[in-house]
């Protein structure tokens, strides 16, 4: 039997109901949704909230993926609605959280100034329009084709590469 019937008959047995079968899945799955949560959020914490938020939508939902596309596609979907309801979230109590100010950052070596220039470049990808922000998570993050990302996000191939290159710009410009 091959990866793909394999993945197909552990998920038709977790949608009747299947524990174990649901377990493996979630075994497969669980660091790809925690590590697109991380990516879109940008905090370890948050991060795990999200990746639970999204195993319970899983378990309640399951019964609903068709086979239409890849699983993972359908997962990336599922990750990315949560990633987008926390980040609303998050925006609605941000004003409560401003009264403790930014923090300072202090010499640092070269590799850990590497590591903070790359988490500016990612909390700027954060900070992008919705569409944009996507796209560059799931090109760049995640390493997807452009077309596999208008799949995920069901818009064309051609809107992905112009908000691609509308998130570049806008990169550029405040970077």
């Keep these: 039997m091959n990866k793909g019937n394999e993945e197909k008959t552990i998920i038709l047995a977790a949608q009747a109901g299947d524990r ?9 799955y669980y660091s790809l949704i925690y590590r697109m949560a991380y990516k879109w959020c940008g905090d370890q914490s948050e991060a795990e909230d999200i990746a639970q938020d999204v195993v319970v939508k899983l378990a309640t939902s399951l019964s609903s993926y068709d ?15 949560r990633v987008r309801d926390f980040m609303r979230a998050r925006s609605r109590h941000a ?19 590497q590591a903070l220039l790359n988490a500016d470049v990612w909390d700027e990808v954060r900070n992008l329009p919705d569409k944009q922000r996507d796209c ?40």
């Design 20 to 28: 174990q079968a649901f377990a493996t899945l979630l075994n497969t």
């Design 67 to 81: 086979n239409r596309a890849a699983f993972s596609s359908w997962l990336y979907k599922i990750t990315l609605n």
């Design 95 to 113: 004003v409560k959280h401003d009264a403790y100010g930014a923090e300072t950052v202090t010499s640092q070596a070269p590799e850990q100034e």
């Design 136 to 175: 560059v998570l799931l090109v760049y993050g995640e390493e997807l084709s452009h077309l596999e990302a208008a799949q995920i996000l069901d818009m064309k191939e051609s809107t992905v590469s112009w908000n691609l290159h509308e998130a570049r710009k806008c990169l550029k410009e405040r970077l």
